[in-house]
T-cell receptor
Framework: DGGITQSPKYLFRKEGQNVTLSCEQN?????MYWYRQDPGQGLRLIYY???????QKGDIAEGYSVSREKKESFPLTVTSAQKNPTAFYLC???????????FGPGTRLTVT | SQQGEEDPQALSIQEGENATMNCSYK?????LQWYRQNSGRGLVHLIL?????REKHSGRLRVTLDTSKKSSSLLITASRAADTASYFC???????????FGSGTQLTVLP
């Protein structure tokens, strides 16, 4: 099956801890993206990567970090510097960066 | 910042009726896309319309684009209960190679 997987589906952390969200794709896509979604809201771009070993900040990158060491993987770390980390996090990929994006099922992060 | 804004924020209709959602955006675009999101799930791509196109169809979906008014509409004909979801427009505005999403329309189709 081709697609994007995110793990885990639900994640609980204590305030002050860093946490890493996994995103893997086997679609052979060059571009990958991380979005944050708050209740009743649209998606806001955190980071994106167009090729391996390269990534750019999106609209709300503060308190987050990413890496792109392999084409199929784009993990997101939510650091303790992120003031309000509780949210639904979505990963996506795209073959060109201009067309449709394919989304993973999301990870719901709760920080208490 | 969000480029697209959907209208209405919420829409409730009976099964079999048509549903129309609108999207307005602020800057010039290369293309505009519509996505569907079922509750608690990832987004699913529905349709892409390029800036030089005015109308596009896909099954029960009809999308129009008016670049002079910077607006688009999504029409779902003969709606079904399974169409209940949130619908988002997303704009591709050029060299940044990223999409900007609107805040979505929550559609409820009553059986």
């Amino acid at each position: 099956d081709g697609g994007i997987t995110q793990s885990p589906k639900y994640l609980f952390r204590k305030e002050g801890q860093n946490v890493t969200l996994s995103c893997e794709q086997n679609l052979n896509h060059d571009a990958m993206y991380w979005y944050r979604q708050d209740p009743g809201q649209g998606l806001r771009l955190i980071y994106y990567s167009q090729i391996v070993n390269d990534f750019q900040k999106g609209d709300i990158a503060e308190g987050y970090s990413v890496s792109r060491e392999k084409k199929e993987s784009f993990p997101l770390t939510v650091t303790s510097a992120q003031k309000n980390p509780t949210a639904f996090y979505l990963c996506a990929s795209s073959s060109t960066g201009y067309g449709e994006q394919y989304f993973g099922p999301g990870t719901r992060l709760t920080v208490t | 910042s969000q480029q697209g804004e959907e209208d209405p924020q919420a829409l409730s209709i009976q099964e079999g009726e048509n549903a129309t959602m609108n999207c307005s955006y602020k800057t010039s675009i290369n293309n505009l896309q519509w996505y569907r999101q079922n509750s608690g799930r990832g987004l699913v791509h529905l349709i892409l319309i390029r800036s030089n196109e005015r109308e596009k169809h896909s099954g029960r979906l009809r999308v129009t684009l008016d670049t002079s008014k910077k607006s688009s509409s999504l029409l779902i004909t003969a709606s079904r209960a399974a169409d209940t979801a949130s619908y988002f427009c997303a704009t591709d505005s050029g060299s940044a190679r990223q999409l900007t999403f609107g805040s979505g329309t929550q559609l409820t189709v009553l059986p």
